[in-house]
């Protein structure tokens, strides 16, 4: 009867112990893991966790989020993960206020929530094996029964006697030490607390060599990961509040999961209403309608920015560009989608306008320019008779003013084509010699109203073709010849040359003339530049000549180039790939 009440005695003292200590370790890791960012620093978390597995007879630690999901195991590739535990304590672990305790044949399970405020973020649960404790029970409970068998009665009562104080000594003893134990643990598990809050300045003070000792370590080194890879929750808060570009994250099935104050004063929805919609319901296709756009961020893990239009509450629309990147998990699996959008309704309006004028420029006045540049052409001809000198001086004046207005209007409309994408080209095959004859042709009578020759230095042998928009190609020319003349000195030349690569073949436009200044090379092919000095302010010219050249050739897969000295001339030139025969 006394073995029986000591082996009763004995097992509660222990299991009251055990669960203790359970207790201050799931108090310690719920209060760690409140930090909201934590669950990003897989190795952090790792690091912690496999610090309180290699305490004695801990057998097994689950992070659960708030689905009952593994999130972590304290293994370093988290075995489990994604896994569901179906027990009734973990079931209840998401639900419950408390510290759930289970005893089985070998463990003793405590399970308690992660919460923050009223949320629950998870639950963390504990394994502790009571194999141990049990054998040692056993053992004494075998050693009282010899003892009782072989003992005379005062023996026994003598045996019993001693070993009940040795008991009560025991128990006395596992207190102190349990205590001893515990103690740091629990005030690790306090400093935890602020942890969680964002609180990284807490200093604890011990100097043990243990496993407690080597738990202090990872807690100082936890804090300084945290200080150091982290962001505090306000931080965070204050960053995504002053953003002025509207910020969504979409769950992978397009429902809202957070958005910014700049999203609700964009589409006049309050936060609480988005989160409950999805993506797609405020976007107005207008083009694609079975475009899927979370499928493409998905499978290319970004996505350029996108001009769409969003409907706002009270259903007016609004002209948007956004963005999105895809956020994976620790194991690169899609997590959640971020999209950045930029109301773009001024540009989108200065857009219409541009294009308002530039209908206005094609159609008001590029017409009568071409009208009166044809009347001035016959009048300076002699078609109605001849002219006195000073009449004739002033329609060539007009006529040369004429041409170069047009030349404006005919830059402008194609800079408006290229910036818009609406520049279209005719690829044609091309004999390179041939076409250089008809470039020369074409400006030769342009070069010589500044007595300048044009030579062509054709050195290559056999027929050398490429694929090329000729008439774009022939603008290019006539662009660089024309700016060779006109910076050269009279009675001078302009060489015209080929040369072929092992890919591609090479155009060169070589003047002699007053060349580049060092000032200005950075700004050749900008638009609206020209060398600008006494020399050759009268030069005139759109200044939008070697830009539009630039993106033509580059249109074409090719390149353009040039090298200059100063009062030693220029030559500029242009690559274009070639056909191979």
Do not use: W
């Amino acid at each position: 009867m006394v073995g029986v009440l000591v082996r009763l005695f004995m097992e509660k003292e222990l299991y009251h112990h055990m669960e203790r200590r359970g207790e201050v370790m799931v108090r310690f890791l719920s209060n760690t893991l409140i930090n909201p960012l934590y669950h990003y620093d897989m190795e952090a978390m790792y690091d912690l966790i496999n610090n309180i597995l290699r305490q004695e007879n801990v057998s097994y630690i689950y992070v659960l989020d708030n689905q009952g999901q593994i999130i972590h195991d304290g293994q370093q590739q988290v075995s489990k993960f994604g896994q569901v535990l179906s027990d009734p304590v973990s079931q209840k672990a998401n639900k419950t206020e408390h510290i759930l305790f289970q005893r089985n044949e070998d463990f003793l399970d405590i399970s308690m929530p992660i919460r923050l405020g009223d949320e629950v973020l998870g639950a963390v649960r504990v394994g502790l094996s009571t194999k141990q404790m049990v054998q040692n029970i056993n053992s004494m409970d075998d050693h009282l029964r010899t003892v009782t068998r072989q003992g005379e009665d005062q023996q026994l009562k003598l045996a019993i006697v001693v070993t009940i104080i040795f008991l009560i000594l025991g128990t006395i003893l596992s207190l102190f030490v349990a205590r001893k134990l515990t103690r740091p643990i629990k005030e690790l598990s306090n400093k935890t607390k602020n942890i969680g809050f964002g609180d990284y300045g807490q200093e604890l003070e011990i100097y043990r060599h243990d496993e407690i000792g080597e738990l202090y370590n990872s807690f100082h080194e936890m804090i300084n990961r945290l200080k150091e890879t982290t962001i505090s929750r306000d931080f965070l808060d204050n960053i995504f509040l002053s953003m002025t570009e509207a910020l969504f994250v979409l769950r992978l099935d397009g429902t809202i999961e957070m958005v910014n104050d700049a999203t609700s004063r964009l589409l006049h929805f309050t936060k609480e209403e988005l989160l409950t919609m999805n993506y797609n319901a405020i976007i107005e296709k207008v083009d694609n309608e079975d475009y899927d756009f979370i499928k493409d961020v998905i499978h290319n893990e970004t996505l350029p920015s996108i001009d769409t239009i969003y409907c706002d509450k009270e259903g007016n629309y609004i002209d948007v560009s956004f963005s999105a990147s895809l956020m994976q998990d620790h194991k690169n699996h899609p997590r959640s989608i971020v999209v950045l959008a930029h109301d773009i309704s001024d540009r989108k309006r200065i857009d219409r306008m541009k294009d308002e004028f530039i209908s206005t420029v094609n159609h008001e006045l590029r017409t009568p320019l071409t009208s009166m540049r044809a009347s001035l052409s016959m009048l300076s001809e002699g078609v109605t008779g001849v002219l006195p000198d000073k009449t004739q001086e002033l329609i060539n004046i007009a006529l040369k003013n004429s041409i170069q207005l047009n030349e404006l209007v005919n830059d402008i409309l194609d800079i408006q084509k290229i910036t818009s994408g609406k520049m279209t080209y005719n690829i044609v095959r091309i004999n390179i010699h041939d076409f250089l004859i008809d470039a020369i042709e074409n400006s030769s009578a342009y070069a010589k109203q500044y007595g300048v020759n044009l030579n062509l230095l054709d050195t290559e042998d056999g027929d050398i073709f490429i694929d090329a928009d000729k008439k774009r190609l022939l603008q290019v020319m006539a662009n660089l010849i024309s700016n060779a003349a006109k910076f050269s000195h009279k009675n001078s030349s302009v060489e015209i040359s080929l040369q072929q690569h092992t890919d591609t073949i090479e155009i060169s436009v070589r003047d002699y003339g007053i060349g580049i200044p060092s000032d200005f090379k950075e700004k050749v092919f900008e638009r609206f530049t020209q060398v600008d000095s006494s020399s050759t302010r009268s030069i005139g010219g759109t200044g939008l000549g070697l830009n539009i050249s630039k993106e033509i050739i580059e249109s074409m897969g090719g390149s353009i180039g040039y090298e200059s000295y100063e009062d030693n001339g220029t030559r500029f030139f242009f690559h274009l790939p070639r056909i191979i025969q």
